[in-house]
């Protein structure tokens, strides 16, 4: 079961929850390709140490040559070679084609598509002799190889068709988890890229866990060699070819995604608390977006002919998916509905370098390991952001000075709208993954509150962070430059930032009316606590002899 904050506080609403590696993108180059004396170098070894015939037609006749190559070996063997348009999503093609085609292991669908690559120019002399080879990056056709592999399922191999023969191998952590979950017995039922219910949650935990470890390493490299060079590199080089020149592709993670996939037993209560838990952090946590998709990235458009269906379409809880986002730098974190009884939460790294820890794939199992550890501090975060707690003494202690090593340092004065801003992108940079710095922080303020960068200055954060510092609210581990936020003190600031936006000064305001106005249309739960305690709060005023200046006699 997940450990995190967030599963835990829910854990009597779910059944069962499995982390697992999602989309994996490997990037495949060869080595020697990409500088200008090994390309040299290879050419010679494939063309008998020579190189005379090294130029820009022949470059171009090798990418000539693989297309009729792939073009007669699909005629040949029945599989659709298809040119893409622009704007063609080329992975819905290949659903498509695998909904209404019965495939057996091996390629069964080829699509085409112009894309940026590297591609290399050679100038030659007058003389004929070479005077410079010169690596570009230019708009070529790539051929997407759709595949089922026996333990990986459908895995797309991207190809460039001009040396060195660049490719994008991309795979699907739940494909593999689901075949093995089938030969070990455990049933399961599967809606897209979802186990929605599992008879053995455990021992389906298990199997997905197993992509974590330092075997998944070969696992990856099998099904990458498996397929590349017989299956798509043959077009340009044969096999002979191939081990004459001594190609071979060395491997890289450039993208990963890994989910958290929490099961409630009631899709109704789990709608529920996702939709408080959005509502109540997206204020906090200065979302930019919080977006509705209705089956696609956009609303399908209305036509005369179709309306009514496309109504229905909308209306279809299926296709009604609510999705939470934060970003970091190439780094998002998301949450999201997924079936009707399964909430998932994903680490998503855009480009493996934004962790630093290495991309070959030997470093897999740590990147796996630091995502891992993204989506449960996401999860914490949200958790910590949504519930507060505010301990006993704390508002009697925040104004008071604190002592910072051998510095004092002022307190933390909630009156001052400084300190409020300053908690509240405190409180926005608490998911950060890596944590925040002096000049984030100063960003983030500008950016929730519309000030100049002279109205809150990098100086100011600085001393700021230091009085959160020295109430332990804000941590910076060793000599480190990035500051963090514990999960304890995040829920502090979200209770105490709550109580003065939501509570303090929502009550001063209502007490100023003896009577309500005209009741809103929307009438929630909230609405009608605030009504309550208006009322009391009257009272109450009324014994204690208080009274509040009416702004209109003013």
Not at 63 to 87: E, H, Q, T
Not at 378 to 406: H, K, N, Q, R, Y
């Amino acid at each position: 079961m997940c450990s995190d904050e967030f599963s835990l506080r829910y854990s009597d609403l779910v059944t069962g929850g499995y982390d697992c590696v999602d989309r994996i993108v490997l990037n495949a180059f060869f080595p020697l390709g990409h500088n200008p004396g090994g390309f040299r170098v290879w050419w010679r070894r494939w063309h008998d140490d020579s190189d005379a015939e090294l130029d820009n037609t022949h470059l171009m006749r090798l990418a000539g040559r693989f297309a009729r190559r792939l073009k007669a070996w699909g005629a040949a063997n029945d599989v659709p070679v298809i040119f893409c348009k622009s704007g063609q999503r080329k992975h819905r093609i290949a659903e498509e084609y695998l909904a209404t085609h019965d495939v057996d292991t091996g390629v069964f669908l080829v699509l085409a598509a112009k894309a940026p690559a590297t591609v290399w120019k050679v100038r030659r002399s007058a003389a004929g002799r070479i005077v410079n080879i010169e690596r570009r990056s230019e708009y070529v056709i790539h051929y997407s190889f759709h595949i089922i592999d026996p333990e990986w399922g459908h895995v797309t191999i991207k190809m460039s068709g001009h040396p060195p023969f660049g490719a994008q191998i991309i795979l699907n952590g739940h494909e593999y988890v689901a075949r093995q979950a089938v030969v070990a017995g455990i049933a399961f039922t599967k809606v897209g890229n979802c186990f929605t219910a599992v008879a053995d949650p455990a021992g389906l935990a298990r199997i997905a866990d197993a992509l974590s470890h330092n075997a998944a390493v070969g696992r990856l490299s099998q099904v990458c060699r498996r397929w590349i060079y017989s299956a798509c590199l043959c077009f340009g080089l044969d096999l002979d070819e191939q081990h004459r020149s001594g190609f071979a592709y060395g491997f890289a993670v450039y993208q990963l995604e890994y989910s958290r996939n929490l099961i409630f037993a009631d899709g109704h209560r789990m709608q529920r608390v996702f939709d408080a838990v959005v509502d109540r952090t997206r204020s906090r946590l200065d979302v930019p977006k919080i977006r509705t998709v209705f089956g696609a990235a956009r609303r399908p458009r209305r036509t005369r002919k179709h309306s009514s269906t496309i109504e229905a379409a909308i209306e279809t809880p299926t296709f009604d998916l609510t999705v939470f986002k934060l970003h970091f730098g190439r780094l998002t974190g998301k949450a999201y509905t997924k079936g009707e009884r399964v909430l998932r939460f994903e680490a998503i790294v855009h480009n493996t370098a934004e962790l630093r820890c290495g991309r070959m794939i030997e470093h897999f199992p740590e990147i796996v390991s630091q995502l891992a550890g993204i989506a449960e501090r996401f999860c914490t975060a949200l958790d910590c952001v949504d519930t507060g707690f505010i301990a006993d003494g704390v508002l009697d202690e925040l104004p008071t000075g604190s002592t910072l090593g051998a510095t004092r340092v002022g307190g933390v004065d909630l009156n001052k709208q400084r300190m409020r801003d300053a908690l509240s992108a405190v409180l926005a940079l608490a998911p950060a993954p890596r944590g925040f710095t002096v000049g984030e922080l100063a960003a983030k303020v500008h950016a929730m509150t519309g000030r100049s960068a002279a109205g809150y200055t990098i100086r100011q954060a600085a001393y700021d962070l230091r009085k959160l510092r020295g109430k332990q609210l804000v941590d910076r581990p060793g000599r480190s430059r990035r500051y963090h936020v514990p999960p304890v003190a995040a829920r502090t600031i979200a209770a105490l930032l709550t109580l003065r936006d939501q509570i303090v000064a929502p009550i001063l305001a209502g007490i100023r009316s003896p009577r309500m106005g005209r009741k809103p249309k929307a009438w929630n739960r909230i609405d009608r606590d605030y009504e309550q305690i208006r009322i009391h709060m009257q009272t109450l005023f009324d014994d204690l002899a208080l009274t509040t200046p009416d702004p209109l006699a003013a």
